[in-house]
């Protein structure tokens, strides 16, 4: 219940599509990815973590302590950035973190300072002069500034070329052995898999799992064959068939086909999402 972010029986209902009831803990010193298709219901529920919209139910704790009545204290430990997050487009950077700054008390201008030049940031430009990557390597830039315990970022690599991406990883990482606490979503499975320790995943607003991303990959297994071969699997082991270089992949539970004797590889997290997913859509259709 002390640890950096509990949620429990978190929930918001909109029309056509319902969140939750969602609950998950995050452990300290660790980075978790958060994964799942678009309309998951991934950013909602960062929002309604922070206190961007109101759930309909549920509880967040930060270290033990709600966020309503509390807010100053935990804004102070808790860095979030999204890539949807805007400021003044024609107002300096400069500008805008001479406003932000009084902000936070332990802020750290060294720190700041080796942000700017990692991601050479101009401080005399606007927002509106930064391509879409630019501006959330700011954003990221005062996130990293303030001594936050807990970082919370949506699609946090978004837009940004692989030089930036491996920069924002690597900093991410550093961050996480000095202890820091990271959550973040992202479509870019293949960042999760150089740096998450844990897997959050979410279909259709339903939380399928929450375990290590060893122990997520680990559970399952990818046969490649004709589509004969395929459809000769017994279709209750099959979660999910996608058409491959081979002709047809299918994903299975690892203990079915072990039983089975397939001549399978190991599962990618994308190769995994991509399947559960397409057995959703079938099995909704």
Known sequence: MNGPLTVEGLGKVYPGFSLGPLGFALEPGKITGFIGRNGAGKTTTLHA??????????????????????????????????AGMRFYQRQSLKRITDTLRPFYTRWDEGAYRRCLRRFALDEG??????????????????????????????????????????????????????????????????????????????SRGELKADCTLDDFTDAWRLYHGTADAVAALPPELVHGRRRSR????????????????????????????????????????
């Open 246 to 285: 081979e002709g047809l992949s299918a994903l299975l539970r690892r203990a079915d086909a072990d039983a089975l004797g397939l001549p399978c590889e190991s599962a990618g997290l994308e190769d995994v999402m991509v399947h559960l997913e397409q057995e959703a859509d079938e099995h909704e259709a």
């Open 125 to 202: 430009k606007t927002p509106e002069k930064l391509s879409n990557g630019m501006q959330l390597k700011y954003l990221l830039s005062l996130a990293l500034s303030h001594g936050a315990e807990l970082l919370l970022l949506d699609e946090p690599t978004s837009g940004l070329d692989p030089v930036s991406r491996a920069e924002v990883l690597e900093t991410l990482l550093t961050l996480r052995d000095a202890g820091c606490t990271v959550l973040f979503s992202t479509h870019i499975t293949s960042d999760l898999e150089k740096t998450a320790d844990r897997i959050l995943y979410l």
């Open 49 to 82: 973590v922070v206190g961007f919209l109101r759930p309909d139910s549920g509880t967040v704790r930060f270290w033990g302590q709600a966020l309503e009545g509390h807010e100053a204290l935990l804004r102070q430990r808790v860095g979030f950035v999204s």
